[in-house]
DNA sequence: CTGAAAGCGCTTACAG
DNA sequence: CTGAAAGCGCTTACAG
């Protein structure tokens, strides 16, 4: 009762233009026209009294143009898929907010699905977008080298990387190389000589390009990376921790952690607490996304400031760009060092 | 080039129904209801050599019938909105994930968006989603009383809660009143007697009954919870810690915190830690979803596992049968006690 | 300027 | 059993 009382909000029945048409005594076509003018401009299909009379009409019934019959008429759906390696990941889900937010500013929906970074499921996952007819597909999951993707591109469908680069195709991405560069030097300058990476899963772009620009800091610096300090995992807080438990179970330790994600920093901590060694006294640990746990934690996290919601913004307006005609250039968004207690 | 070699996948553009009649001979409609008869059942629309015919052709080109096409015949779009707080949210997105599966193997598609909890922005999603001609909705964020949810009943459109429930509106959540009760029956077990929580947000039944649950144990118990122990607010970190820091700005501290999130748990882990605080020690710490980052914990956190992955699932089923017509009652999923380290 | 008509790709009641 | 036809709600070239 308290529920229903007070209710300003109403969600009517759609409408459709033939009973506007009939209401109003004028045909569909003029309707159609008048209602996709915008201005002055609907006055080049009706009188000045009709265009208010129609407009007035269909907007106290709330019109709205049925996408599937424009959509069946027009061959443009404006719909775009979006694959992630999995949602439950936060830095996919906020490129996703990203993108979703920025493309219902340009008209669009999309479809989001989860691909878990696995060949059979990314194929069949695009697929279905095609079947939805979507006009273009955001990959959040490409690999570095990916066959699925030239495939893909044969098709003809145009579409977009986010997160992870992949050959030449365009892509939004951080530019992940600098990101692992600015941990690498931080580093160094803090006067650790001995490095090790929970570098990430060894298809993905952030993972390699993080990973080199660390060490390749560290190089520059005259400082060796010997490769079984570096140890390849999932990006998450369970990968985390078996990448540093590995690290920890070889002599001497290394008195610096890079790892190349922050749920995998979170993970490591653990380890590191369970070998008795204090961060950053003994081992300095950096994380990469700055997420919002990274400044909650125990000891607040020295990470990487990555934009990933603008990213997924981006890369809405470089597909749309494509949908176009046109041909943008991959654009490579600035990361930030964040420095915290634990590096 | 290495790109492109040895791809066996291909996509291919799609087909229509006439391409395959005038390529067979037959009529439109015989392709029609050949495609969609499943078995022997299509040769009752054809000769079995046709059906064979029609099929081979059918699958060497892939054809996939236009949904628009369909949906516009058929007034059925087999798409479902769905609305969450925020996806950004691991549960959200981990309940989403349900969603989408279960939708995926009913044949329906989704759209996401998030409402942020905020009236406004709840009313204008729900309104695009309805323009998508979504033939119903998932809420992921009812409020516990929720005028929009009301206005929305009386247009007719099936829905179903996830999460949070509302009223006697059909929904798929966890049984958070026991949820809370497994906690407040553990803490008292272990001889607390002082118990505050992290509440949650006020308008969230998953938050009120938590908490409830909680309390109402220790009470049951003879134990007091006074008012000034429950500290209500956001459900992640930064919320957490704050709800904690008010709590621990009283003297005397409690001996048991329930933070009714694992992220608000974390959150408030920090806080503890800035007193000098020992978990458990001190003060015991409890979360809630059994949330993966829970177990990584450097003290790992004792937590209530709760299915939400099942209730995406049960909460696309649910509505399946309403958009069926059928009457089905609500669900309460079980929870489970974790106990590890925190408390 | 404005309406009638065609057609997007389907489905399905209606005739033969 | 099978085809022709109508029609879902739009958009847009084509006539008047």
């Keep these: 009762?308290?529920?229903?009382?007070g209710t300003s909000v109403r969600f009517p029945a759609p409408v459709t233009l033939r009973v506007i048409a009939e209401e109003i005594g004028v045909s569909?076509?003029?309707?159609?026209r008048v209602l996709k003018a915008q201005g002055d401009d609907a006055t080049r299909w009706a009188s000045?009294?009709?265009?208010?009379?129609?407009?007035?009409?269909?907007?106290s019934r709330e019109y709205r143009p049925h996408p599937h019959a424009a959509s069946l008429r027009t061959a443009r759906s404006g719909l775009v898929g979006v694959l992630v390696p999995r949602l439950q990941d936060f830095v996919l889900a906020t490129?996703?907010?990203?993108v979703e937010e920025a493309a219902t500013e340009h008209g669009y929906s999309t479809f989001v699905t989860n691909s878990?970074?696995?060949?059979?499921n990314k194929a069949l996952r695009t697929e279905m977008m095609l079947q939805r007819r979507v006009e273009g597909i955001i990959f959040g999951d490409a690999h570095h080298h990916d066959p699925l993707l030239s495939a893909f591109a044969e098709r003809g469908t145009p579409f977009v990387?986010?997160?992870?680069?992949?050959g030449d195709y365009v892509s939004a991405t951080c530019d992940d190389l600098l990101g692992g560069a600015l941990v690498g030097r931080h580093l160094v300058e803090a006067g650790r000589r001995d490095l090790a990476v929970l570098a990430g899963l060894p298809f993905a772009s952030t993972a390699i390009e993080r990973t080199s620009g660390a060490v390749d800091a560290f190089t520059e610096a005259g400082l060796h990376v010997a490769p079984e300090r570096i140890e390849w995992g999932p990006f998450d807080a369970a990968g985390g921790r078996q990448a540093a438990e590995k690290i920890l179970s070889r002599r001497p330790y290394p008195d610096a952690i890079f790892a190349t994600n922050d749920f995998a920093a979170i993970g490591a901590l653990g380890v590191l607490r369970d070998h008795g060694l204090r961060v950053p006294d003994d081992i300095a640990l950096i994380g990469y996304n700055d997420t919002p746990l990274a400044a909650e934690m125990p000891t607040p996290l020295t990470t990487v400031r990555s934009p990933m919601h603008e990213m997924g913004r981006r890369g809405i307006e470089l597909l749309i760009e494509l949908l176009g005609g046109g041909t943008p250039d991959s654009e490579r968004l600035t990361?930030?060092?964040v420095v915290r207690q634990s590096g």
Tied chains: 1, 2.
């Design 1 to 5: 009762m308290t529920e229903t009382s």
């Design 161 to 166: 990387l986010v997160s992870r680069r992949s």
């Design 95 to 98: 490129v996703y907010e990203g």
């Design 335 to 337: 990361p930030e060092l």
């Design 28 to 32: 569909v076509s003029t309707v159609s």
């Design 116 to 120: 878990l970074d696995d060949p059979a």
């Design 48 to 59: 000045a009294e009709t265009v208010a009379r129609i407009r007035a009409y269909a907007k």
